[in-house]
Nanobody
Framework: QVQLKESGGGSVETGGSLTLSCTAS????????VAWFRQAPGKEREGVAF???????SYSDSVEGRFTISKDGATHTLYLQMNNLTPEDTAMYYC????????????????????WGQGTQVSVSS
């Protein structure tokens, strides 16, 4: 089993930046893929960024060029650096992981990821 815990959310103005963190515990050696998702009120969950064990990254069109996903294997921590934030980025952000190999398609198939954190709220004001 793997446990995930997000942190780093908050409130910023348009154009601001935030860095989200997601710390994994438990059977961390089994993790093959990790990703960030978000869900705004009244909207479906959206895949934001993906990274695998080979450091291959993928981003949704809505965040490409503004968000950067990275991970620190030594501390079992996943990051999401978010720049040039807009009100459309307001959502609850979740990290997710799985012990099975996979690709960026997982951003569109969140139900295939077994491990999820509780989320951290990001609010961007205009």
């Amino acid at each position: 089993q793997v446990q995930l815990k997000e942190s780093g959310g908050g409130s910023v103005e348009t154009g601001g930046s935030l860095t989200l963190s997601c710390t994994a515990s438990g059977n961390t050696d089994s993790i093959e893929v990790v990703a960030w998702f978000r869900q705004a009120p009244g909207k479906e969950r959206e895949g934001v960024a993906f990274i695998d064990e080979s450091e291959r990254r993928s981003y949704s069109d809505s965040v490409e060029g503004r968000f950067t996903i990275s991970k620190d294997g030594a501390t079992h921590t996943l990051y999401l650096q978010m720049n040039n934030l807009t009100p459309e980025d307001t959502a609850m952000y979740y990290c997710a992981a799985d012990s099975r190999p996979g690709g960026a398609y997982l951003l569109y198939l969140p139900d295939q990821l077994n491990y999820w954190g509780q989320g951290t709220q990001v609010s961007v004001s205009s």
